[in-house]
């Protein structure tokens, strides 16, 4: 069974910083994308980050640019195996207030490029992680 499994979120103070992890496990495919969202209230669910672990390319909206870094770690993909992957955010303002998903792009094109970041590209979602940001 293919799980994705977020954690890391909590409540921070404007310009903190928060790292948060996805653990993705129960699937082997050559290609794949991890995907990170986010869903503030009243507000549709918009793409944050992605990254290819195909070939590490990653991609992030204009307004995330030079705020949010995401990475994974070099687990072997191999069935059953774990892979990790952690959004770090810097100078976090209340408007980053959301719950955070990570989702899994079985489709895996590389390198990722805007395309990537489209909902309906993700199969698979993770059940979220809170994060709050104080004024």
């Known amino acids: 069974e293919i799980q994705l499994v977020e954690s890391g979120g909590g409540l921070v103070q404007a310009g903190e910083s928060l790292r948060l992890s996805c653990v993705a496990s129960?699937?082997?495919?050559?290609?794949?994308?991890i995907g990170w969202f986010r869903r503030a209230p009243g507000k549709v669910r918009e793409a944050v980050a992605c990254?290819?672990?195909?070939?590490?390319?990653?991609?992030?909206?204009?307004?995330?640019k030079g705020r949010l870094t995401v990475s994974s770690d070099n687990a072997k993909n191999s069935k059953g195996a774990k892979k990790t992957v952690t959004l770090e955010m810097n100078g976090l303002n209340p408007a980053d207030t959301a719950i955070y998903y990570c989702?899994?792009?079985?489709?895996?094109?590389?390198?990722?490029?805007?395309?990537?970041?489209?909902?309906?590209?993700?199969?698979?979602w993770g059940q979220g992680t809170q994060v709050a940001v104080s004024s």
């Open positions: 129960g699937f082997y495919f050559d290609d794949y994308v």
């Open positions: 989702a899994l792009d079985v489709q895996g094109y590389y390198p990722v490029d805007d395309a990537s970041l489209q909902v309906d590209r993700y199969d698979h």
């Open positions: 990254i290819s672990v195909s070939d590490g390319s990653t991609y992030y909206p204009d307004p995330m």
